[in-house]
């Protein structure tokens, strides 16, 4: 997102794992040691992460069409706040984006395959936004210590301690379980939309990404088990969002553009 959806939305959208399975953390809070991690050892831990993910999903290649459209759209995009912006897309049925502290955005193709362009470019600055406001790396943080790292850390000689499979794999649960608070996704919200108008973009699209999430939403039904709902569940709700933005655009003057199916 968690749009961390970008989130389901973008959330949106904490990273998340597209071929993990999710089970509640219990306690996650009370697990959390009392470790100082310096920036060298959260961006070696953030690397090493992002290393694993990028290897335990598909990640379309140079030449593929969602890489070449995403390529077209983050242009000029090289870095946020001094932190160096990478892109890639993860051919996955999930609808869903996140971004790391590391500047990395991974973007699902199946949420390419729902947004317009200027839609798409929306979650995508919700989730720079994440970055841009420390959201990505203090979550991080929280996932580590209360999942791969609640037995406490060794290091040697400040160097962050390698993390074995299981622990990556308890890391991407803690990161999918993971929610912003409301603050944060409405500050994420916001950056998505000043970040839309700065690119000559109509910050409509804000809102009606988040319709075609709710209509992803409405569908899914009484399904509560599937991972579509398990998705929204971390996330605020989506009508506040959507009236927000809508709120925004018609206050500002900016006129709704024709929605087509």
Known sequence: MKWAFF????????????????????????????VTLTDAQMAEYVKEYIDWMDTHNQVCADDNEYTIRLKKLTEGLTDVEGIPLNFKVYYVIDVNA???????VRIFSSLMDIMTDDELLGVIGHE??????????????????????????????????KLSDSQLGDLGEALVNSTYSQKQERSADDYGYEFLKSHGKNPWAMALSFQKLKKLQEEAGAQKSSK?????????????????????????GIEKPAVTE
């Open 7 to 34: 989130m389901l939305c973008m959330a949106m959208t904490m990273p998340a794992m597209a071929q993990f399975n999710v089970k509640a953390l219990k306690g996650a809070a009370k697990a959390v040691k009392a």
């Open 98 to 104: 996140f971004a790391c502290a590391d500047g990395s």
């Open 128 to 161: 720079v936004g994440h970055v841009a406001h420390k959201d990505s790396k203090n979550g991080f943080r929280t996932a580590l210590l209360t999942s791969a790292l609640k037995d406490g850390i060794s290091s040697q000689g400040g160097t962050a301690a």
């Open 228 to 252: 579509l709902n398990q998705l929204f569940s971390t996330h605020p709700d989506l009508d506040a969002r959507i009236q927000r933005m809508e709120e925004r655009a018609t206050s500002e």
